[in-house]
């Protein structure tokens, strides 16, 4: 039942409160991946939530610009909630990190914002976890990146996932080639965006682009598959930046061949759209029975340029909440909030110096602290979930309880489900420990 | 035709189908490809159809709402005319026009007004069920129209003084002449269109694939006859 008071329950569109097994279950998530990053030598990043919005907005497109939150401080200052952490990261190594042994490897586990319509899987705030792999500018780094993608969607225990690989590279040099006007450019990646192989053979027809880029072009809203999609695309490419472009995805796709991944993955070079900064590869990751991404990455070279020295990187971004919908869809992450054990105050005194050890083996240990008798510390418990509840002690023994069956009433309780004598039995304190801790 | 679409995989393809005037073409076209049962939609009240040997499930609903039900992922694919799609603007693969269902989204009014230079007028009022892209259309001659969001019977706004003009589809133009309006301006042109989820794209492409291509062999037809006459029958 909800509260029906003075208070004020309404919250603004686009943000939610995180309590109990839903906050449990993306701290967990978050944990399990900065385990992993951390194996692969990564260090964390913690940029500010908000920049003045001119310097974080140096890299994108007009689109994206509609979806920041804008903020004006005192002194009107044009302010931005961060909504995406990547461009960040590329500010504070342009204009900062000089002279660090390259390449430089961060994480982040945070939350973005970003002005859209609340989704399936996404609020306007929302949490990513990601890497940026700097300074390194050939296949092998893209081949770790795309590694640990994997290993993070294995490490959760999502099954059936799929890693998609395109190749900017390829869409770039050959409209490099072609005299189109941005306008044009546009159109070209609006139709290639929605698959509509109709509409972009029509305008290629209408621009009377060269028969060999037209067919390059044409062919890519369908460029998809395994190893055939890679040899298709090369004997397509038109151009030598075109040829250099595919060699790069077929070097990674062969790195990730010989770690055995590719189960996961899939070729796919008819996607023009994601983040205008990306200039190589680019990740995108789909789980079954999830309509939209849980996933989004590529290579940037020319994005750390803009705020100082240039450097070529690579990164991505996991949806937090979208894998965690992803796991749900599979009945997974499963997380168990309830305390092992719960200990009346007095008993907690005499064995202290036990339960510090428990809780030092990872167990929750719970002291009551509403002076609650046998009875009532049995009927908590069983509403808590919690299985073993010590009713009372001294410096030697524990009194121990199991606060679930089997039951045997005794007279005149009338079903209160109270514990009889025998399901209690005094244990030592070292017994106890050694019992628990199992 | 008793090859099945979707012999590829033993999980059905939903796809979602838009009430209203397309939705006779569209059992039509998923007749041709096999499923034989499905007329039966129109004379029954169940929401979900299931054409189980073709490994397929139907939903019918308001034309608006099939990007909605295809961009989240709760139908793989959907049908809906090309109108809807720009005025919702969903994130959706459209993949191909699908020849039936043509129709123009039209600016009209009452005949004294076609000659007018509506840039003088202090107040335009347009009544519409597309306000998105009337307001696009009247913005970019730098018109400030208030739009009057409509959910139906459109022409009837200008006869009771609620607008000056409308926008709104016209197949024959019938509806326009029996309110004793005409056509001042065309913003776009319309056929049914397939739509795919991007997600059920990458992760079932084969099966898509192969129900794209029959759909594409069946609907030849459609545009070969409906280039023979001109457009369709119905009105808008």
């Known amino acids: ?438 | 035709m008793k090859d099945s679409i979707l012999i590829l995989s033993k999980e059905t393809l939903s796809v979602a189908l838009p009430k209203g005037r397309l939705l006779h073409p569209c059992l039509e076209l998923f007749q041709d490809l096999g499923c034989a049962g499905l007329m039966g939609i129109l004379s029954s009240r169940r929401l979900l159809w299931e054409e189980p040997e073709q490994g397929l499930n139907f939903m019918v609903i308001r034309p608006t709402d099939v990007p909605i039900y295809v961009e989240h992922g709760a139908a793989d694919l959907g049908i809906v005319g090309r109108d809807v799609l720009c005025e919702e603007q969903r994130d959706i693969y459209e993949p191909m026009g699908l020849g039936f269902g043509r129709c123009r989204l039209v600016v009209a009014g009452p005949p004294e007004i076609r000659d007018e230079n509506l840039h003088l007028r202090h107040r335009l009022r347009v009544a519409t069920k597309y306000p998105r892209l009337t307001r696009q259309h009247f913005l970019k001659q730098g018109i400030s129209a208030e739009v009057v969001s409509l959910s139906g019977s459109v022409e009837l706004a200008p006869q009771v003084g609620l607008a000056d003009l409308v926008v709104d589809m016209v197949q024959t133009g019938r509806t326009l002449r029996e309110n004793n309006l005409v056509e001042i301006d065309e913003i776009m042109s319309s056929e049914a269109c397939l739509i795919v989820n991007r997600a059920s794209h990458k992760l079932r492409l084969k099966e898509i694939n192969h129900l794209m291509k029959r759909i594409a062999d069946v609907t030849k037809k459609f545009k070969a006859q409906s280039s023979k006459l001109g457009g369709g029958e119905l009105d808008g």
Not at chain 1, 250 to 261: F, H, Q
Not at chain 1, 302 to 322: Q, S, T
């Open chain 1, 1 to 438: 039942m909800s509260y029906k008071g003075p208070f004020k329950a309404a919250l603004p569109c686009g943000v939610r409160d995180l309590f109990l097994e839903d906050a449990a279950k993306l701290s967990k998530l978050m944990a399990t991946w900065r385990q992993l990053f951390e194996s692969w030598a990564y260090t964390e990043i913690i940029p500010p939530t908000y920049e003045h919005y001119d310097v974080l907005m140096a890299g994108s497109d007009a689109d994206f610009e509609r979806k920041i939150f804008r903020v004006l401080d005192r002194e009107g200052n044009i302010l931005a909630l961060r909504p995406d952490i990547t461009t960040q990261v590329a500010r504070i190594v342009g204009t900062k990190l000089h002279g660090l042994p390259l390449p430089l490897r961060f994480y982040y586990l945070t939350n973005v914002f970003r002005f859209e319509e609340p989704q399936a899987g996404r609020q306007r705030e929302f949490y990513q976890a990601g890497l940026e792999l700097i300074g390194a500018p050939g296949p092998e780094a893209d081949a770790e990146l795309i590694t640990i993608v994997i290993e993070a969607l294995q490490w959760v225990g999502l099954q059936g996932f799929q890693i998609n690989l395109g190749q900017m590279a390829f869409f770039r040099a050959i409209v490099a080639e072609l005299d189109l006007s941005p306008a044009q450019v546009e159109e070209l990646k609006g139709a290639i965006d929605r698959k509509d192989e109709v509409g972009l053979r029509k305008s290629l027809r209408e621009w009377e682009i060269s028969d060999r880029h037209a067919t390059a072009l044409g062919e890519l809203p369908h460029l998809c598959g395994s190893e055939e999609a890679l040899e298709r695309a090369a004997s397509l490419a038109p151009n030598a930046g075109a040829c250099r472009a595919i060699e790069n995805l077929s070097r990674v796709y062969d790195l990730l061949s010989a770690r055995s991944l590719t189960e996961h993955l899939v070729i796919d070079l008819g996607e023009a759209r994601g983040m205008d900064y990306y200039t190589g590869i680019t990740i995108e990751g789909f789980s079954p029975g999830l309509g939209f991404s849980i996933c989004n990455g590529g290579r940037y070279d020319e994005l750390i340029g803009l705020y100082g020295r240039p450097l070529p990187a690579v990164g991505f971004a996991l949806g937090v909440e979208r894998v965690l919908l992803a796991l749900e869809e599979q009945s997974k992450q499963e997380v168990d909030l309830a305390p092992h054990l719960l200990v009346a105050d007095e008993a907690a005194s005499a064995g202290r110096a036990t339960l510090q050890r428990l809780r030092h083996r990872g167990l929750r240990v719970e002291v009551d602290v509403m002076a609650r008798g046998e009875a009532g510390l049995l009927g908590y418990a069983r509403v808590r979930g919690i299985p073993w509840v010590i009713v009372g002690g001294d410096e030697a023994r524990a009194l121990l309880a199991p606060s679930t069956g089997p039951w045997s009433f005794g007279p005149g309780t009338k079903g209160s489900g109270r514990c009889t004598a025998d399901s209690q039995r005094w244990v030592n304190w070292g017994t106890l420990e050694e019992m628990l801790a199992r």
